[in-house]
T-cell receptor, first 115, second 113 residues
Framework: SAVISQKPSRDICQRGTSLTIQCQVD?????MFWYRQQPGQSLTLIAT?????????ESGFVIDKFPISRPNLTFSTLTVSNMSPEDSSIYLC????????????FGPGTRLTVT | EDKVVQSPLSLVVHEGDTVTLNCSYE??????LLWYKQEKKAPTFLFML????IEKKSGRLSSILDKKELFSILNITATQTGDSAVYLC?????????????FGAGTILRVKS
């Protein structure tokens, strides 16, 4: 497995502002992902964070709203831009380990509340 | 559209009971099925299944996959209050650009002492 840390663990933000969430892994990983879990819902993939290139976004998620950086194989950031109360969720960083069928592990999550 | 359905949505049992959680799926290009336990925020990885009929076991938890009938079960024997959590099933399918996990809604398990 991998040790994944996220910062901040929680935050309360004002509408219209932006928050950047950091994800750090204790080993180099190729596959890194960002998920959202809205209250009472299951996990939804936002994007795959690609090292050295633009992230690959899922349907319904756009780069202007959720810009992602992946400067190296151990670190990534997700920014939630121009926030609204609908963005209140848990945001989770995740990594894939192993080939060809990789196991996937999740970080501790960031609980975001937008007021 | 890829779909993962878990049942039951919730259940309440007493300590010592055995529970079976179900996960059925319809996905294109199936690769693997994963089970997670979620308490508070972070899902904790339990099992990954890729082949039919091979049971994965860890302590009181076990899981098996049936690729023909497109389902998996997660068994928990001699349940304890610490088993109370949301159990998530996820299926990995191949996409053009890579793979993605599709999650079910989860089963909420509450174990009463």
């Amino acid at each position: 497995s991998a040790v994944i840390s996220q910062k901040p663990s929680r935050d309360i933000c004002q509408r219209g502002t932006s928050l950047t969430i950091q994800c750090q892994v204790d080993s180099q990983v190729t596959m890194m992902f960002w998920y959202r879990q809205q209250p009472g819902q299951s996990l939804t993939l936002i994007a795959t964070a690609n090292q050295g290139s633009e992230a690959t976004y899922e349907s319904g998620f756009v780069i202007d709203k959720f810009p992602i950086s992946r400067p190296n194989l151990t670190f990534s950031t997700l920014t939630v831009s121009n926030m609204s109360p609908e963005d209140s969720s848990i945001y989770l960083c995740s990594v894939g380990l192993g080939t060809p069928f990789y196991e996937q592990y999740f970080g501790p999550g960031t609980r975001l509340t937008v007021t | 559209e890829d779909k993962v359905v878990q049942s039951p949505l919730s259940l309440v049992v007493h300590e010592g009971d055995t529970v079976t959680l179900n996960c059925s799926y319809e996905v294109t290009n199936f690769r693997s099925l994963l089970w997670y336990k979620q308490e508070k925020k972070a899902p904790t990885f339990l099992f990954m299944l890729t082949s039919s009929g091979i049971e994965k076991k860890s302590g009181r938890l076990s899981s098996i996959l049936d690729k023909k009938e497109l389902f998996s079960i997660l068994n928990i024997t001699a349940t304890q209050t610490g088993d109370s959590a949301v159990y998530l099933c996820a299926v990995r399918s191949s996409m053009e650009y890579g793979n993605k996990l599709v999650f079910g809604a989860g089963t909420i398990l509450r174990v009463k002492s």
